[in-house]
């Protein structure tokens, strides 16, 4: 067994995981926890605003927490000003023959169970996917339906601070927002950041004048994209032709083509047959949020495998022909987009507009799709916990990347019942 973390021990302590009938520090003194204090997680004590009765006199203040009495020189507390109004310090062993300041030193080796310590050894160095793989269907079902609950909300919210800035950059223009936001869904994880350069240097107004016209659609976004700069076949030199016409008269400017990646790539995700979805999607469309923010999920799925134009249903890139069975936006890649666009720019706009019924909506989007499939829901699946619709596993993807992945089994409500359950 591994010698345990400071982490642990504050954890322990925090939640009262250990012996504390007669208590007594290493004076002797007798020691009762009103309240263990609240968990810093910016500089300074590790617990604020603790009450404790020690030898019988009340004291309110803070409490440090470490593995052993030593560290706190280690950690050069004596010289920190923040450190002042330490009322207890508490320790794993205490390997010092005095406290290192005014205030006692509580030892919590003799009163911690080693069952405490096994179980949280065993999650740490476990070598599953999850540490917990073989004990999370072992939790109470509330614990983990409340877990998930509130994951998806930490899940939306950690999505939404990007969704802010982008709204921030387009000068809380919401239809060019959205625009930014779907082009990068577009771009998938390898071309992301070039889609969401083109939906930022494209105006959504420049494409409202030609909704109409899926040629210039096309023209404008692969020209802005710097794709139509040399000319490969007669199609991609049409386009060229059309928008040096638009460029003079809207005054609109492009990437480089060098920004985009094709290598190590299936063709159905190459950047210019996404484009041409896109554009695809825009002439059937129109303005992206306006049409996408008040449609139902079945015809938004339905509107999303929309075909791109005839030149693209035998093309993944310009000048190079290839047999295809029909290059239309997938199943997965629509539900894609309604997940990873859709809910959270409703999300958004639920908390800037205070319409709780956007964020209602939001969460009804992702209970309406499937569930994804992919390694980190996967891993769950294999504990035995398969998630019923999108929003669990959006839920489930959160706590795999966040916790499971980093082994923070202590911040996680079921990696902590687990640790104290039937103690």
């Not at 204090?37 to 409490?63: M, Q």
């Not at 923040?82 to 205030?103: M, Q, R, T």
């Not at 070598?127 to 109470?140: G, H, I, S, Y």
Request: proline share 4%; with cysteine.
């Amino acid at each position: 067994m591994s010698f345990p973390q400071e982490e642990l021990i504050q954890h322990i302590w925090l939640h009262r995981l250990f012996n504390s009938q007669e208590l007594k520090t290493t004076d002797g003194l007798g020691i009762e926890i009103s309240r263990p204090g609240e968990l810093n997680t910016n500089a300074g004590p590790d617990f604020l605003n603790a009450r404790l009765k020690i030898d019988g006199t009340e004291w309110a203040g803070n409490v440090e927490v470490h593995v052993r009495a030593s560290d706190w020189s280690k950690h050069k507390h004596q010289h920190d000003s923040a450190y002042e109004n330490i009322i207890l310090h508490v320790v794993y062993i205490n390997d010092l023959p005095k406290s290192v300041g005014s205030f006692p030193t509580l030892e919590l080796k003799g009163e911690i169970s080693n069952q405490i310590l096994r179980r949280y050894d065993n999650l740490i160095s476990n070598k599953n996917d999850l540490p917990c793989a073989t004990q999370f269907m072992e939790v109470p079902e509330v614990i983990r339906n409340n877990w998930i609950d509130s994951l998806i909300i930490a899940r939306l919210q950690r999505k939404s601070e990007w969704i802010n800035e982008q709204i921030e950059i387009a000068h809380g223009d919401m239809e060019q927002a959205f625009q930014i936001v779907l082009f990068r869904a577009f771009g998938m994880k390898v071309n992301a950041l070039g889609f969401e350069l083109l939906g930022l240097i494209t105006p959504w107004k420049t494409l409202g004048k030609y909704k109409d016209n899926l040629f210039q659609i096309e023209a404008i976004l692969f020209g802005n994209a710097g794709f139509l700069k040399i000319p490969e076949d007669e199609y991609q030199d049409q386009l060229s032709k059309e928008f040096d016409f638009l460029v003079n008269k809207h005054g609109i400017g492009g990437l480089d083509a060098h920004v985009w990646k094709f290598s190590r790539m299936h063709p159905k995700n190459f950047p210019t047959l996404r484009l041409a979805q896109l554009a695809a999607l825009y002439h059937q469309t129109g303005q992206f949020l306006g049409w996408f923010g008040s449609k139902e999920v079945p015809e938004l799925l339905e509107s999303l495998t929309v075909e791109p134009s005839e030149y693209w249903q035998t093309h993944y890139r310009f000048g190079k022909e290839f047999p295809t069975n029909g290059n239309r936006i997938g199943a997965a890649m629509a539900q894609h987009i309604l997940i990873n666009v859709l809910a959270p720019f409703l999300f958004v706009m639920a908390e800037r507009e205070s319409k709780m019924e956007l964020k209602e909506r939001a969460v009804s989007i992702l209970e309406k799709l499937k569930p994804e499939k992919n390694s980190k829901t996967s891993a769950f699946n294999k504990s035995g916990f398969k998630a019923g619709n999108a929003l669990e596993s959006q839920a489930l993807i959160e706590l795999k990347t966040n916790y499971c992945d980093h082994k923070k089994c202590l911040f996680c409500n079921v990696g902590a019942t687990i640790l104290k359950r039937e103690l």
